[in-house]
Nanobody
Framework: QVQLVESGGGLVQPGGSLRLSCAASGSIVNIYLMGWYRQAPGKQRELVATIAKTGRTNYADSVKGRFTISRDTAKNTGFLQMDSLKPEDTAVYSC??????????????WGQGTQVTVSS
């Protein structure tokens, strides 16, 4: 059974930084894609950033130049470094991974979400 556990959320002032982590555990064989989404109150969930197995990254326009997605493949862990945070970045951030395990083919897994609040 695969589990994704996120950490690193919290309250930060505008202009500050946070680093989110997403650790995957279980009988993981390959991780093809890691990504972060966010959902603010009253808004639809939106893609923040993804990183493929190849290392190719993709960012939402709203976070380009401020957020950096990375990973530690040996530890099956993904990261989202968030700098120059703005109040509009306030949301629940969820990580997702597309992976296959010893018993299943490629599937999409989600973490439980972590709250990020940017406020003075």
């Amino acid at each position: 059974q695969v589990q994704l556990v996120e950490s690193g959320g919290g309250l930060v002032q505008p202009g500050g930084s946070l680093r989110l982590s997403c650790a995957a555990s279980g009988s993981i064989v390959n991780i093809y894609l890691m990504g972060w989404y966010r959902q603010a109150p009253g808004k639809q969930r939106e893609l923040v950033a993804t990183i493929a197995k190849t290392g190719r990254t993709n960012y939402a326009d709203s976070v380009k130049g401020r957020f950096t997605i990375s990973r530690d493949t040996a530890k099956n862990t993904g990261f989202l470094q968030m700098d120059s945070l703005k109040p509009e970045d306030t949301a629940v951030y969820s990580c997702t991974m597309v992976m296959d395990t010893s018993v299943t083919g490629p599937r999409n897994y989600w973490g439980q979400g972590t709250q990020v609040t940017v406020s003075s």
